[in-house]
C-alpha cells in the first residue's frame, strides 16, 4: 500500500507547502539492470546476455549451499510457478549456487550469462548476500504471491560485490508495544532483502518485559502482562521457543539476532514485578507514559548483580550470535558513581557468558575495553578512548522520527528526517576522533511509543532504512542514483503489500 504525503495532507485538509526538493517529476525510475540493485554494488560489468528463466530451470545447490538454494527457490516459484528442483548436477538452464572463491566473509560473484548462472562466496552468508541481489533482477511482479504469466528474464554480466562494513544493524522496540513473533519474522524479512545482517531486539523497558527468564518468572508474567506498554496497549512477551524460532528464521537470512536488555536505567517495568530490585524496596507503580530516566537499579544492592548475572546468562545461552547489549542509556536517576560501579561489574559478565557487549554511548564512561559502543546522540558526551562503534545518529537513523511534521506516526525530539536526510550522512567521518576502522557499522533503531501494528513499523521503516542500508554496504554513495533506484522498489513493496511511505522526494515508478 502506498501512503501519499498527498493523502495525509487531503486527510487533515491542510495546504501542501512544495518545498525546493519537491520541485518537478524528477529524474526518470529506472530499468532493471545490475546497477538498479538495492543497496548499490561494489562493482558491476553488464553483458547485452539474458538468462531467460522457465519451466525446465533448475537450481544446483553444491555442498553447504542447499539452505541458500531453498530461498531463492522459495522466492522465485509462488509468481513463477515453476518447479525449480534443486539437484547437485550442474547443467545448462541452471542456477548455480556454490562455496567458493571470494575471500572477504560476506562477499558474493554473481555471474549471468544466456546459460547459467553463477553465484559463489566462500560463506553462507556471502551467499544470502548473492541470493538477494539475484531477486532484484526480476521484475517485480515476482514479489506477487499468484503465479503471473509473463516472461522471466534476468539481464546477463558479471557482479563481485562486498560490505563496506560489517554491521549493518535494524532495531526494533517489543517494549514499548509488543511486536508478536510473526511481525519481527516479516519485518527481517524484509530488512535481509537490503543486506542488513543484524536485529538488535529491545527486550525491556520501563513500560514492559518481553522475554521470559526462568529463574525471575514474574518479569514477564508481570512485565509481559496485557495492559502493559505505552497506553498500555501492547502487552505479550516472546518465550525461550519464540525467540529461538525468531533467531534460526533470522539465521537463514543472514541476520544476527542482538538481545537488548537495558540496564541500569528504563527499568520500571522490572521493579514493578520484583520491588527487591528498588533501593527502598517498595514497588513503584506501573508506567505506561513515554517520559524517560526515572527508574535505576540500585547499585549498592546485591541482588541487583545476582538478578543481572542470571539474565546475561539466560539470555547468552539462548543467543546464537555474538553480541549481547545491555543498554546503559539515559540512567538519570542513577548517580555517575553508581553508574560506573553498576557497569564495572556487570560488563564482565557479559564475557564470562561469552558475549561481546555493546551498549549504548554512554557505556563508553565506564572504559571497559572491548564494550563496542553504540553511538545515537551528539548532546551526550562521549570519551575520544572509546573503542568500536556501532552508529545510530538520531537525526539521521532514527527510524522513529517523522518524515516530515504532517506524516503519522513517530516523534520528532530529533528532528523530522526525510529520505534524503536519513542518506546524506558519511559513517566514515560522522565522529571526528573515531577514524573508519573503529567503526564497526551502522544501525537504524524504531522506538515503538507510537506503533501499533506491522503496518506502522513499514511505513517509518521503509524507505529510509534502505538508505542507512546503502551507506553501511556500498563503497560510495550518490544521492541522486540512490533515488532513482529507490523508485523502482516501490512496486515491488507494493506487491508485497509493504505500506511504505511514500515520500516526494523519490521518482516512483
Ligand atoms: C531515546 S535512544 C531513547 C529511547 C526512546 C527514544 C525515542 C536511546 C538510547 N534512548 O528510550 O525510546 O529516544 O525516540
Known sequence: MRVTHLAVAAFLALPLAATAADAGPGPEPLPISLTSVLPAVASATPTSARFRLNEATTIAAG?????????????????????????????????????????????????????????????????????????????????????QNRQWTVPGGLI?????????????????????PDEVKRYIDQISRFKINHLHLHLSDDQGWRIRIDGWPRLTEVGGAEGTGVRGIGGGYLTEADYRDITAFAAERNVTIVPEIDMPGHVNAAQVAYPELTCDGVAPRPRIDIRVGYSSLCAGKEVTYRFAEDVIRELAAMTPGPYLHIGGDEAHSTPHADYLTFQKRVLPLVRKYGKIPIGWQEIAAAGEPGTVVQYW????????????????????????????????????????????????????????????????????????ETLRDLGDIEFLAFPRLVAIAELGWSPRSDWDSFRRRLGTYGPRWTRQGVRYYSSPRIPWS
Open 63 to 147: 555442498a553447504g549451499a542447499l539452505p541458500v538454494a531453498d530461498l531463492l527457490a522459495a522466492a522465485w516459484r509462488p509468481a513463477t510457478g515453476f518447479p525449480l528442483p534443486i539437484s547437485t548436477t550442474t547443467d545448462t538452464n541452471t542456477i548455480r549456487i556454490g562455496l567458493g572463491e571470494p575471500v572477504d566473509s560476506e562477499a558474493y560473484r554473481l555471474e549471468i550469462t544466456e546459460e547459467v548462472i553463477d553465484l559463489r562466496a566462500s560463506t553462507t552468508a556471502g551467499l544470502v548476500n548473492g541470493v538477494q541481489t539475484l531477486r532484484q533482477l526480476l521484475p517485480p511482479e515476482i514479489e506477487s504471491s499468484t503465479v
Open 160 to 180: 563481485e560485490d562486498r560490505p563496506r562494513f560489517a554491521y549493518r544493524g535494524a532495531m526494533l522496540d517489543l517494549a514499548r508495544h509488543f511486536h508478536t
Open 377 to 448: 546522540n551528539r548532546e551526550v558526551d562521549l570519551p575520544e578512548h572509546a573503542g568500536r562503534f556501532i552508529l545510530s545518529p538520531a537525526d539521521k537513523t532514527y527510524l522513529d522520527m517523522q518524515y516530515d511534521l504532517l506524516t503519522p506516526g513517530g516523534l520528532h525530539w530529533a528532528g523530522t528526517t526525510e529520505v534524503d536526510d536519513a542518506y546524506s550522512w558519511d559513517p566514515g567521518r560522522l565522529l571526528p576522533h573515531v577514524p573508519e576502522e573503529r567503526v564497526l557499522g551502522v544501525e537504524a533503531p524504531l522506538w515503538s
